[in-house]
C-alpha cells in the first residue's frame, strides 16, 4: 500500500440504494401475493370439505329417519360457513345379463326385490349468506353423494330400534312396508 495515496471507501450511491429498495419491494409484494393465494386457496378446499361433510351428515341422516331431514329452504350452518343442500330419490331400473335363478321361498336372499331400490343424491353447496349462491352451481364450493340405496335395509340394529320407538315410528314402518308392497317396490 502506498502511504501517500489516501484510502477511499466505496459506498452506495444514490441509484443504487433506490433499486435495491425497488427490489426488495417486488420481492415483498410477490410473497404477499402467494400467502393470499394460498389463504384463499386453503379456504376454498374447507369449505369444499364442509360440503362433503354435510352431504355424507345428510345421507346418514336419511338413511337412518327420512322424516327428520332439516328444512330445504333453510340452510344448514358448518364451522364458519352456511350451506344449502337438495335430495333427489329416483327409482333404479336393473337390467340382468340373465335372469336371477328361481329361488324356493325358504332359501336365503329369496326376499330381495330389485325394485324398491333408490337411487339418493344429496348435493351442497355453499349458501349466498357465506359467498355461494341462492341455487346450485359448480362455481362455488360444492360436493355430492349418491347411493343405491334399500329403503328396508337398516344400515344397522339401532336404526330399525330408533325407528320404533320415536313417536309414530311403528305406523311409518308399516306404512313404508304397505307402500313398497302395493305399488311393487314404486314409491
Partial sequence: MNPNRPTSRRGATLIEAVLATVL?????????SAVSFMNSSQR???Q???A???ANRLMLQYIDDQDGMPDKSLPIEYDMDLFRWTLDVDPVKFEMAEPPPEA????????????RIRLVSIRVWLSEDSGGGRGFSTEF???QLTRLID???????????????SPGG?????????????TGGAP
Avoid at 324356493?104 to 325394485?115: C, H, P
Avoid at 329403503?151 to 320407538?165: E, R
Fill in 24 to 32: 426488495l419491494g417486488m420481492v415483498a409484494a410477490t410473497l404477499a
Fill in 44 to 46: 376454498r378446499m374447507q
Fill in 48 to 50: 369444499r370439505l364442509g
Fill in 52 to 54: 362433503a361433510e354435510l
Fill in 104 to 115: 324356493e321361498d325358504n332359501t336365503i336372499g329369496s326376499g330381495i326385490n330389485f325394485d
Fill in 141 to 143: 364450493p360444492n360436493s
Fill in 151 to 165: 329403503p328396508l335395509a337398516f344400515s344397522n340394529p339401532d336404526s330399525l330400534q330408533t325407528m320404533i320407538d
Fill in 170 to 182: 311403528m305406523e311409518r314402518l308399516f306404512e313404508r312396508l304397505m307402500q313398497l308392497d302395493s
